[in-house]
T-cell receptor, first 112, second 118 residues
């Protein structure tokens, strides 16, 4: 069974607007971590934000925030005030006791 | 520069051949992870080593093997290469205690080794 699901293969957003990238996960472990990574066209994987399963507050890092809904097992990434440089692949990942797995990714394109 | 060094950056070889990919983790990190990213399968977890010991194994083929040396660098060996092995191979490292469930230990990725099998 898929542990991490990203249902949006591609997304478009206008520059300066906010965008939400969806991620749902599945695990039976009570302790797990959720991560978002960005992969620009140059290929490197850049860590953006982390949310722990016991964290009460949603994580925020600058223009990135993670909308964590534990009961629904979702961990959506919200990017505010999109910039042209945000155009990239975005991967959601979950780390539980077994391993750390990545979703299939969402390609975000920011339009000027 | 993430601090994780992968060599070579690019590699072109023929089917049936064997290659070795090398990874030096970030200073202080004890765990090394290998991932394969191909166009049709996304990012696939292959294997993890912690302080020289294998900790977790994912979708790694029997033709592939890896090890982590006492100086903590790691090598991924790919043998009897097939066209479908063409992919970007990432190494990542973390400082964690070796258990995936230890939460906030972020994986730092290297720039990847792009393997093309002709």
């Amino acid at each position: 069974a898929q542990k991490i699901t990203q249902t949006q293969p591609g997304m478009f957003v206008q520059e300066k607007e906010a965008v939400t990238l969806d991620c749902t996960y599945d695990t039976s472990d009570p302790s797990y971590g959720l991560f978002w990574y960005k992969q620009p066209s140059s290929g490197e994987m850049i860590f953006l934000i982390y949310q722990g399963s016991y964290d009460q507050q949603n994580a925020t890092e600058g223009r990135y925030s993670l909308n964590f809904q534990k009961a629904r097992k979702s961990a959506n990434l919200v990017i505010s005030a999109s910039q042209l440089g945000d155009s990239a692949m975005y991967f959601c990942a979950m780390r539980d006791f077994d391993d750390m797995r990545f979703g299939a990714g969402t390609r975000l394109t920011v339009k000027p | 520069d993430s601090g994780v060094t992968q060599t070579p950056k690019h590699l072109i070889t023929a089917t049936g051949q064997r290659v070795t990919l090398r990874c030096s983790p970030r200073s202080g990190d004890l765990s090394v992870y290998w991932y394969q990213q191909s166009l049709d399968q996304g990012l696939q977890f292959l294997i993890q080593y912690y302080n020289g010991e294998e900790r977790a194994k994912g979708n790694i083929l029997e033709r592939f093997s890896a090890q982590q040396f006492p100086d903590l660098h790691s090598e991924l060996n790919l043998s009897s290469l097939e066209l479908g092995d063409s992919a970007l191979y990432f190494c990542a490292s973390s400082v964690d205690g070796g258990l995936f469930g230890s939460g906030a230990n972020v994986l730092t990725f290297g720039a990847g080794s792009r393997l093309t099998v002709l």
